[in-house]
C-alpha cells in the first residue's frame, strides 16, 4: 500500500510564475489536506479538502492561492505569481474518512523555492 | 482555541542517555495530542498518539509520552537515545472535530552526541 505521493519533490520557480503541487492520497483516503512549513518554523494547516469539495481553507492566504481535490486524479495546489516569500516546503496528508478514530498520514513534501 | 507550546527549541544529548522533550498544550476541551518526527528534507513520521484513552501512550522506536491534564502537558521521553534519533520532533494538537487540521508546535531539534 503505497503511502501518500506527492510530486514534485523539489520545484524551482522565477519570481511571478506559477507553481503547481500535486498530491495522490493514500488508497482508501478521502480526505486531503496541505500544510506549508516555512524555514525554522513548525507546520502551518492551509487547507482541507474531501473528493470534489473544499471543507476547510481557513489558513489559506486570500489570493495566489487555490487548492482543489477533482472526482479523478490528484490533489493539486496551485500558487500563482510565486512570490519570495512562497519559498517552504508543502505537505500533503491524508485520512480515511472517520478521521477521530485514525491517523492522518503525510508525504514527504514539496520544497519550493523561489528564485 | 487550541495552542501547543514546545518549550525547548534544541535538546542536546549523548547517546545512551535519556532523552526529554517538553511540549505544554492549550485546549479548551478533550484534545488529541501527537509527536510527529521529522528527517531532514522527509516528510513526517507519527511517533505516537494520545486520544483520550490511557495517559501514557507507547510509540515506536521506544519513545513515550504521558498525557497530564493537570499540568496541561504531553512530554515526549526515551530511556536510551540512540544516533538515529536525532531528528526534529514536533508536538501536535486538534480537537477530535476538527478533521485534519492539526496545530503544530514550533518544533525541538534533537542532536545525539557519540
Known amino acids: 500500500n503505497a503511502g501518500v505521493m506527492q510530486n514534485p519533490r523539489h520545484l524551482v520557480r522565477r519570481r511571478g510564475q506559477e507553481a503547481r503541487l500535486r498530491c495522490s492520497p493514500m488508497k482508501g483516503h478521502s480526505h486531503v489536506y496541505w500544510y506549508r512549513q516555512l524555514p525554522e518554523e513548525g507546520l502551518k494547516f492551509m487547507v482541507y479538502?474531501?473528493?470534489?469539495?473544499?471543507?476547510?481553507e481557513s489558513g489559506m492566504p486570500k489570493e495566489r492561492f487555490s487548492a482543489e481535490f477533482p472526482k479523478e486524479g490528484p490533489s493539486i495546489l496551485r500558487i500563482q505569481q510565486v512570490v519570495r516569500g512562497d519559498s517552504a516546503a508543502y505537505f500533503c496528508a491524508s485520512s480515511p474518512m472517520d478521521w477521530g478514530r485514525n491517523t492522518i498520514y503525510f508525504g514527504e513534501g514539496s520544497w519550493l523555492t523561489v528564485v | 482555541a487550541q495552542s501547543v507550546t514546545q518549550l525547548d527549541s534544541h535538546v542536546s544529548v549523548s547517546e545512551g542517555t535519556p532523552v526529554l522533550l517538553r511540549c505544554n498544550y492549550s485546549s479548551s476541551y478533550s484534545p488529541s495530542l501527537f509527536w510527529y518526527v521529522q528527517h531532514p528534507n522527509k516528510g513526517l513520521q507519527l511517533l505516537l498518539k494520545?486520544?483520550?484513552?490511557?495517559?501514557l501512550v507507547k510509540g515506536i522506536n521506544g519513545f513515550e509520552a504521558e498525557f497530564k491534564k493537570s499540568e496541561t502537558s504531553f512530554h515526549l521521553t526515551k530511556p536510551s537515545a540512540h544516533m538515529s534519533d536525532a531528528a526534529e520532533y514536533f508536538c501536535?494538537?486538534?480537537?477530535?472535530?476538527?478533521?485534519?487540521?492539526?496545530?503544530f508546535g514550533q518544533g525541538t531539534e534533537l542532536s545525539v552526541k557519540p
Open positions: 501536535v494538537v486538534t480537537l477530535y472535530n476538527q478533521g485534519g487540521k492539526l496545530i
Open positions: 479538502l474531501q473528493k470534489e469539495n473544499i471543507i476547510d
Open positions: 494520545y486520544t483520550s484513552a490511557a495517559t
